[in-house]
């Protein structure tokens, strides 16, 4: 079992920066890989990013390549994304999510652990 607790949103201007973490508990969390999704209301729950067990390995959305970037301490069982250069269409809650594999796949189904999710909110 994993358990997964989100944390860093908040409400930023546009072209700003926050940086959210995600707290695991679970001997698993460092075998396996790491997914941050989003869901905007009335849309889909969708990919951000994912990084594998490792750390080495690391999966973007074309919306995020180039302005986030997700990383992870398998030391101190922690996950994070970095978001930089944010637009008000990045608005979300996001969610850390973990299992089922090591290497980081763009599905949902691909991981069996969420957190309960954390609010973005990015003012034009």
């Known amino acids: 079992q994993v358990q997964l607790v989100e944390s860093g949103g908040g409400l930023v201007q546009a072209g700003g920066s926050l940086r959210l973490s995600c707290a695991a508990s679970?001997?698993?969390?460092?075998?396996?890989?790491m997914g941050w999704f989003r869901q905007a209301p009335g849309k889909e729950r969708e990919i951000v990013a994912g990084v594998s067990w490792s750390g080495l390995a690391t999966y973007y959305a074309d919306f995020v390549k180039g302005r986030f970037t997700i990383s992870r301490d398998n030391a101190k069982n922690t996950g994070y994304l970095q978001m930089n250069s944010l637009k008000p269409e990045d608005t979300a809650v996001y969610y850390c999510a973990a299992g089922r594999y090591s290497d980081p796949y763009a599905y949902r189904g691909a991981y069996d652990y969420w957190g309960q999710g954390t609010q973005v909110t990015v003012s034009s």
């Open positions: 679970g001997r698993t969390f460092s075998s396996v890989a």
